[in-house]
Each structure stands twice: as C-alpha cells, then as structure tokens.
C-alpha cells in the first residue's frame, strides 16, 4: 500500500479493460487518479462515487480536448506526476478490407492520441523536474503478426516513446513502454466467439493462458511508482512469453 502516495496519475481509456484496473490499482495505492475515456456515461458509472477519481470525458485524438483536460487537471489539482496513455481500439479486418478509413482512426487514436497526451503533460512535468509516463503498444510492434493498421499504430508508440525518453530524462521525466499480448477485456470480446482461436493462442504461448487486466496493470504501477526511478527507455513485454517463440 501507499506506492502512489499523493501522487496524480492520469490514465487514458479509465472506464473499462485495464484502464478500468489501473484507476483501481493507483487509488488503492494513494494516487488521486484522473481517469479520461470518451465514454462519459461508463466513467459516471464507474468512478462517479469515488473521491479518490476525477473523471474527465476526453477525445485523445483532439488537441483542444487535451490541452483543456490538462490545464484542468492541474488548476484543480496542480500538478500530474503520472501518465498513462492507454487509450485504444483494434480491428480484426483482413488485409483487403481495410480502408483508408480504418489506417487514419487506428493511427489517429493509438498513435496520435499518445503523442498529444506527452505533448500537454510534459511542460508541467519538465517544469516539475520530474515524472514517469507509461505508454501502452502492443507485442505486435516486436514480432512480426498482424499486417494492419493496429500493429502500425503500436509501432509508432513504441517509436515516440523511445524518443521522449531520450529526450527528457535530463529533466527528471521517465518514459516506458509495455507491450501487452492478448489481455481478455472488453477490446477482445470478439475472441470468445472462437474458441477455436482462443485455443490456439492459449497453445501458443508458454504460460498457456490470456492476460488478464492485472497482469498489465501490476508492471504499469511499478513503472509509474519511484521503485523505477532509474528505469526509463524500457520496453517490458506481457505476453505469456508469446513473443519468445
């Protein structure tokens, strides 16, 4: 208990999946948690009573949006010590049915959403000299499965991650990465109606099951808490050891 004490976390897509357990985990370790997702009724319905959570309803692919959320936060608040761009969709589209369309709104979300949420939050860490950032892609980015706009957009997180923390560890700002396998939330309903495909998956990895939210959340509060104060640049895998196949 207390590993987030008094500190401000921000976590994008904090009404459901494991954005839903992050808000969980962080208050439940003294983190005031602002939970942002573009489903204002389910953030209601979920952190409405809680008074350790400040919902905010955000669109991560406008910058106005963003630049509001933040400066709220920190009118209210003053300060937001972490961030944790989780916010994201996915497609289970083949490689002749994907549109323009559909490469622009996975991009736009997964990818830009990202960068908009360092771009606003990392003035006031900077200025703060402090702060850890967690940022969300996916074991797609590393190996090569699924030829779409999904492992792309997960490609450019881990890019821009790498990049700010290149950047900004001289100010005291960490930048980490986790790259979940297949975690069983809401995003990844549409398995269940192939048992067959769960099947397989489960065969293919190691620890022969699928994530659940916890297990992406637990390694996101390590890198968000001061137990990695020197730990920035990383990129930790979740994935059952799928990807070390």
Same mark, same amino acid.
């Given at each position: 208990?207390? @590993? ?77 010590? $972490? ?24 991009? %736009? ?26 940022? $969300? ?24 991650? @790498? ?10 700002? @960490? ?39 916890? %297990? ?28 070390? @196949?």
């Amino acid at each position: 208990m207390g @590993r987030l004490q008094d500190k401000v976390a921000f976590v994008t897509g904090g009404a459901s999946g494991m954005g839903e357990m992050m808000v969980k985990l962080f208050t439940a370790e003294g983190a005031t948690v602002i939970a942002a997702d573009i489903n204002e009724a389910a953030l209601e319905e979920k952190w409405g009573s809680n008074e350790k959570v400040m919902t905010v309803k955000l669109n991560v692919t406008s910058d106005e949006e963003w630049e509001a959320a933040v400066v709220k936060v920190v009118d209210k608040l003053g300060k937001i010590d $972490i961030l944790v761009n989780n916010a994201g969709i996915s497609t289970e589209k083949g490689l002749n049915e994907i549109t323009i369309e559909d490469w622009r709104k996975l991009s %736009d979300i997964n990818g830009f959403g990202p960068f908009l949420g360092m771009k606003h939050v990392l003035p006031y860490m900077k200025e703060a000299a402090k702060g850890s950032i967690v940022n $969300i892609s996916s074991y797609t980015a590393l190996i090569g499965m699924g030829l779409n706009p999904y492992s792309a957009s997960k490609g450019a997180v881990r890019a821009i991650s @790498r990049a700010a923390a290149a950047d900004f560890g001289q100010y005291g700002i @960490r930048v980490n990465t986790v790259f979940p396998g297949v975690i069983e939330t809401p995003m990844t309903k549409v398995l269940e109606s192939s048992q067959e495909m769960v099947a397989s998956l489960v065969k293919m990895t190691p620890l022969a099951r699928l994530g659940q939210p916890e %297990d992406v959340s637990n390694a996101v509060l390590f890198l968000a808490s001061d137990e990695a104060a020197y730990i920035t640049g990383a990129e930790l895998v979740i994935d059952g050891g799928f990807s070390a @196949r």
